[in-house]
């Protein structure tokens, strides 16, 4: 059972950058496909980027390419979601997602193991 938690978020304004960090519990993490969803306020969850165990494959939804960066590192069990040029329209809780298999599947029930989420709000 992997247990993720996201960390990082907070209040920047628009134009600003973040970095948020989601821990894994298992050693084993760098085996598994992981990905960053967002949920803002009256909309469902929707798929952010997703990057594959090796981390040499990566996918991002087209409203975040060229801002948002994913990595990972395997010695510490932790995956990175670096955000640059935060616009107000990023607001939203963000959850980082695991599952081994698929690495770039948009659809959230695919994914098995969540975190709890950590809010980004962007001012305007």
């Known amino acids: 059972q992997v247990q993720l938690v996201e960390s990082g978020g907070g209040l920047v304004q628009a134009g600003g950058s973040l970095r948020l960090s989601c821990a894994a519990s298992?050693?084993?993490?760098?085996?598994?496909?992981t990905a960053w969803f967002r949920q803002a306020p009256g909309k469902e969850r929707e798929f952010v980027v997703a990057?594959?165990?090796?981390?040499?494959?990566?996918y991002y939804t087209n409203s975040v390419k060229g801002r948002f960066t994913i990595s990972r590192d395997s010695a510490k069990n932790t995956v990175y979601l670096q955000m640059n040029s935060l616009k107000p329209e990023d607001t939203a809780v963000y959850y980082c997602?695991?599952?081994?298999?698929?690495?770039?599947?948009?659809?959230?029930?695919?994914?098995?193991?969540w975190g709890r989420g950590t809010q980004v709000s962007v001012s305007s």
């Open positions: 997602a695991a599952r081994r298999g698929g690495w770039n599947s948009q659809y959230q029930y695919d994914w098995n193991y």
């Open positions: 298992e050693r084993t993490f760098s085996s598994y496909d």
């Open positions: 990057i594959n165990w090796s981390g040499d494959s990566t």
